[in-house]
């Protein structure tokens, strides 16, 4: 896949994290080319760990800041600017309850104000509600009426959701060579301190590396992203 300075790519994530799992490396290399990347996550990713009946309001509150401190840090890391990242804030692993006209609003007015030729979001078959609605709504969002400016559109896989589907595995056909950004990957997802695991969780230091590894092995490179791409033009 060929990528020049005048491209602009969106990334639209369900939770903070998901960005570096799902394509840290490939973020880090396309703004070390001088792209410009804008990323938005659609929902908060820590009400669900909550009791919403009986919920210390204060520390819900401390503990979404934290979450969004840390994707400020992970971006920074990866060579995103503080001012091309966004948070709507919605409820995690609630996306189901939220209108989904209101979702495919929200990402609709990044388009038209970003005008991306190149998205990258989520696989639409993740065991995470939020990740599969998060696809459905860029799905409608995308529609080709007066968005002729979109090129091409990626999905992504994210440990932890995306192959803890067994009846339908990712189906990865375009790999990006992260050779020269593995070690910054794995930099950004540190800065996400409580979401990272010890080994042989999968978003453990050893198994996003051995993913990276197994996906370079597929077309020969070190180190890979995989995703699947679903639309392009040229």
């Known amino acids: 896949m060929h990528f020049d300075k005048t491209d602009k ?37 820590i009400s669900s760990r909550f009791d919403l009946d009986n919920v210390d309001e204060r520390k819900l509150k401390e503990e979404i800041k934290n979450r969004m401190s840390n994707s400020l840090k992970a971006l920074k890391i990866l060579g995103v600017k503080s001012k091309n990242i966004f948070y709507e804030g919605q409820p995690c692993c609630m996306l189901d309850t939220v209108p989904k006209l209101t979702l495919t609003k929200i990402i609709e007015k990044h388009i038209f104000d970003f005008k991306p030729s190149v998205i990258f979001t989520h696989y639409m078959k993740d065991v995470n509600i939020d990740h599969n609605i998060t696809f459905d709504s860029v799905l409608a969002a995308t529609r080709p009426c007066k968005k002729k400016f979109i090129k091409s559109i990626y999905l992504f896989e994210v440990l932890s959701s995306t192959e803890w589907n067994y009846n339908a595995p990712f189906q990865a056909n375009c790999f990006f060579d992260i050779s020269k950004h593995i070690n910054k990957k794995i930099s950004a997802m540190k800065a996400y301190k409580k979401e990272l695991k010890t080994s042989p969780h999968p978003r453990s230091e050893k198994v996003i590396k051995a993913l990276a590894i197994y996906r370079g092995a597929q077309v020969e490179l070190n180190f890979a992203e995989a995703f699947y791409l679903l639309r392009t033009q040229t």
């Open 9 to 45: 790519v969106l990334i639209v994530a369900a939770h903070p994290d998901d960005e570096v799992l799902g394509c840290g490396g490939t973020i880090s290399s396309l703004s070390k080319k001088g792209l410009n990347i804008r990323v938005v996550f659609l929902s908060e990713g």
